[in-house]
DNA sequence: TTGTCTTTGTTCATTTTCTGAACTTAGCTG
DNA sequence: CAGCTAAGTTCAGAAAATGAACAAAGACAA
């Protein structure tokens, strides 16, 4: 176990990047002297490593970098069948790969994963030992301590101690964690918003989720429901929801909700880029659907802008299509929707992922717990 | 200057109440030993006091608790003209107060305060010596530091470092805040919302304020911007606002917007009670503003419950009136717009205050700021 | 009343962690 | 090449926390 001062090492450095012992030193208001200690002991353990020499006036300094084979993790999705595994280095790159059967069953879960874990590991000989967590992402709420799903839908559970489980049969640490919130840590983690302090990740796809990350930590709100944006009413009395409300963003934004807008005016559009094409050619129902999409998701963000003035707004998507119509609208209305003196300084970026992106999610829960660990006061 | 351990240990106690050391000690991951000499010096140093003994099996445990003369603090309002100089205790009590004509000269500002700082200081001899710093509390947008403004279009003011002026008149230290975030703040450190770690305090007056706890501080947002749902969109093609944009819940919902749709509706009411009365004997006209009002209220705090999953929202409110139609459609609304498995797990609180809101406010930041101190990492 | 039990809080020697100051290292500068 | 600058190390000493033993204060049962 690493002590609360190497702890905090890993974490400012995996917040800033690269750094040297001095520049490290004073951000966490501590002498060079100890500095020197504790980047010692965490290079002979293997976690940190030294990268490139900056030269300058006097000695070049010495960049410390997380030593991306210092620790392994594995993330798991149960979002999809069959449920892939992912062996993830310390840096987020996904170095074996393997897949279980989904189940419903907690138990049969844990035995899969205990069963896949071995085959997995044997792919990479340099995991030997390194193993240091395992993540879960799932559909559905998880609470505090990322070890029960409070409730999931899909899954079909409610207070199912999953993380207890997995952890029995594996003897691996394991944390749990909604889909969106995975997202937006291996975003934090290994992705683009390594530096920013403030932000919010909206994942687009069938359904829409949303994270917040709040001063450098996954937000998870009071009942782990921060981020919920896909049942905001965003049309007040529009259709109706399979929530129970009318007029939520999921009825009109999501991918699902633009398809089936796009079947119920009989088009035959089997994707986001078919519509966009079709708008593109003129095609009048494309592009009322488009825009009533566009507007809703760039109202909502443009609330999230609003109400929690966020450093950056990331939109991951696997099958979007950000170029077109759809796209161009969304910005249009989250920047009309929000304070004029506001308008522009948020960055909205969109930035398509790869099938993996939950699964890596998953491994990156299992990072963030080892690099935050027990979270002090 | 205190310790970090001994800061840690305020923030403890001021978040969770008076506990006993062994309560602390484990609360805070240290031994009882190391607890042991904290408490002593804390109490040494007159900033801590032992109250209540608890009885029960064994050694009777002995509760500790801030010493209310532990430290003062002064709060400025620069809200109001004249503006309000209030004392306040550690507990949030006001000792003192005086005022002093308000002023847009940040210079003649801190030269009255310093002027009036001996007056206010004179009335309460016990304060001697133990002013422990100075909060203000304005309108406008403040810089992470607090030392800044922004902005602040209510003093014309554009990046106006007021902390750093006020400190070098005075010789004490100095923080400012946005008014709606210095409430929430004293909401938190001397109100209802104590022990509550992630919450959101709307201001409900002649504007709309809001301000967000997350994770037990305060959450400023990436421009200092968080909690201005002011200027969400609560109307789509509503009303043209002072903004520039159209439709913002503060063209429909605040105190000043309500006040002058009955203008404009020929009632000659002058208070939101006045209002109500009409509403209640059947006044169409008044009726029909009030249910806007609150359904325009109550979808905007559907929104923050959905996208922030708080523990709690407070309302505040100097002149405002929660039992009548206004309060009741505003709760309807927020319930309806909020996920129907979530809808009444977030309590809806509204709270009257006095008039010293937010000069209390404003002593409350500065008590903060001698709580947490500068933020460790 | 009295001894036992339980739990709080203190004491103190010891260990761990951090600091300050002096020093070494390594490259620029002229 | 000497002189300068800044990075990183070393080491004695200070500061903070620990663990174990112990004192304190009441509950409880005989």
Redesign the pocket.
Known sequence: ML???QQQLLRVISQSGPS??????ASM????????????DLISLGVLRETE?I??????????DLHPEGAFFVGVSLLEDPAPLVLSDFNGNIIARQTMPLSRDPDAIAEMIADTLPKLLAEQERADGKLSGIGVALSGFVDEKQANCVKSTLLGWQDVPLAGIIRQKTGIDTFIENDAKAVAVSEKLFGSARDVQNFSVVSFGNGIGCAHFVGGKLYRGNHGGAGEIAHCTIEPNGSPCRCGKRGCLDTVASLKAIKEMAKAEGLACHSLKDLETEASIGNAAAIRILHRAGSALGLAIAHLIQFNDPGLILITHVEGHFDGLFGTVMRQAAEANVLPRYAGQTPIRTRRVDGDVWARGAASIAAHNFLIGSTPY
Do not use: D, E, N
């Open positions: 002590t609360s001062s040297s012992r001095t520049v490290l030193a208001g501590l002498s060079k002297a100890a500095m020197s200690g504790i980047a010692r020499t030269y300058g006036q006097g000695r070049p300094s010495i960049l410390l």
